[in-house]
């Protein structure tokens, strides 16, 4: 029996062996972080060396980098009312794209009626023009875009935006959590005010998350609150062994960055080819940039539930879309928002790539799809 090929990197991905390492010899450690003594320190350097490692990584000072449980959690603590720039104007309201993770369409701490959402285009790119539309309409916003979309893959016009919403006196938050590793991400190049990670998109554990302040904002109120951990931005002795797990996931992922991009590039194209061979077939946001790792394609007709079993029956792991649904196959809103009726945004099945996938992978995926394809023709 021939083992399973695993296409579902956007959700999660292995554990990295340097993070397993990293883990393993955190674990032998008794000592709490916030402790004083031998113990405690040598548990404390673990949790800096990895602060120190993410902050390098994508462009920050080590004290703006906040570890937490989650990238749910890591966008919960930035979407905070009250924030404040250099300007010294707190941010009133909340922007969020259409297409955004549901952790952040949910607003974080900002009540309901003081959120707007900026439209995208039928590429699943947001609208500049609608955003510096709603910008202009109202007191000092903060304004969330994720880096890259988890569905279609498609790039956000970050650096744009920056320029857009602090010309607007707003600050922009960016979700960055399907990026790091994939693309360069460098927060000094690009100029976000606050970014999300999460550990287990790159290798590391889940249950490890992370948000970068960049230097000058003030404001940010923790959701968790009790002892002074995290430079008092959020409570909870720090869960030692994920963290160390996540900088050395980190660390591995970023050193293979370029060359990791060009491969994930080559087999994504193949994998695309193959898909285009059965009439009909549609790959979403391809004609903007993208992931180097992900697909995102239908055909009229399928079903995406359907589909996602077929491709298990056959041993090949792909999802519907995000994986933050209960294990639920539901239409994408991502679809919807970029202006696809619910048929085809129903029918939509996402395949991602990573370090590990070969073009092996990349054939037995398409065999199951030929199976699966020739029986949706025949239907």
């Known amino acids: 029996m021939r083992g399973r090929v695993y296409l579902d990197w956007n959700a999660t991905t292995p554990l990295r062996a340097e993070a397993r390492a990293a883990m393993l010899a955190a674990y032998e450690l008794i000592g709490n972080p916030s402790s004083v003594h031998a113990e405690g320190r040598e548990a404390r350097r673990l949790v800096e060396e990895a602060r120190a490692t ?10 703006n980098v906040v570890f937490n449980s989650a990238g749910t959690e890591a966008n ?4 905070s009312p009250g924030l404040r720039g250099p300007s010294g104007d707190p941010v009133e309201r909340l922007l969020v794209s259409a297409i955004e993770h549901a952790s952040v369409l949910a607003g974080g701490r900002f009540p309901t009626n003081r959120i ?15 955003l510096e539309a709603l910008l202009s309409d109202g007191p000092p916003a903060l304004v969330s875009i994720m880096a890259a979309n988890n569905e279609t893959g498609a790039l956000q016009p970050v650096a744009e935006a920056v320029r857009i919403v602090h010309g607007a006196g707003g600050l922009l938050h960016v979700d960055a959590i399907q990026a790091l590793g994939k693309i360069p991400f460098d927060i000094k190049v690009i100029g976000p005010d606050l970014a999300t990670f999460s550990a287990h998109k790159i290798g590391g554990p889940k249950g490890v998350g992370a948000l970068v302040v960049a230097e000058g904002i003030a404001g940010l109120e923790p959701v968790l609150r009790g002892g002074g951990q995290e430079l008092n931005r959020r409570a909870g002795t720090e ?3 994920g963290i160390a797990g996540f900088g050395a996931a980190v660390k591995v992922a970023l050193q293979a960055l370029p060359e990791h991009a060009e491969r994930m590039a080559t ?5 695309e080819n193959g898909i285009r061979a059965l009439p009909g077939a549609m790959v979403f946001s391809d004609d903007v940039k993208r992931l180097p790792n992900t697909v995102l394609f239908t055909v009229p007709g399928l079903k995406a539930e359907t589909a ?3 491709f298990d029956l056959e041993g090949v792991a792909v999802s519907s879309g995000s994986a ?10 991502v679809l919807s928002a970029m202006g696809y009726d619910p048929a085809v945004a129903q029918g939509a099945v996402r395949l991602s790539l990573g370090w590990s996938t070969g073009p092996d992978d990349i054939n037995r995926a398409l065999e199951a799809w030929r199976k699966l394809g020739n029986t949706l023709l025949r239907a």
């Open 324 to 333: 933050c649904s209960s294990g639920k196959v539901q239409p994408s809103h």
């Open 76 to 79: 919960a603590l930035a979407l």
């Open 308 to 310: 996602v079993i077929g």
């Open 267 to 271: 087999l994504r194209n193949l994998l």
């Open 116 to 130: 707007g959402q900026i439209r995208v285009t039928r590429s699943g790119v947001i609208d500049l023009d609608h």
């Open 54 to 63: 993410l902050a390098t990584a994508v462009g920050a000072l080590p004290r």
């Open 239 to 241: 869960n030692v062994a």
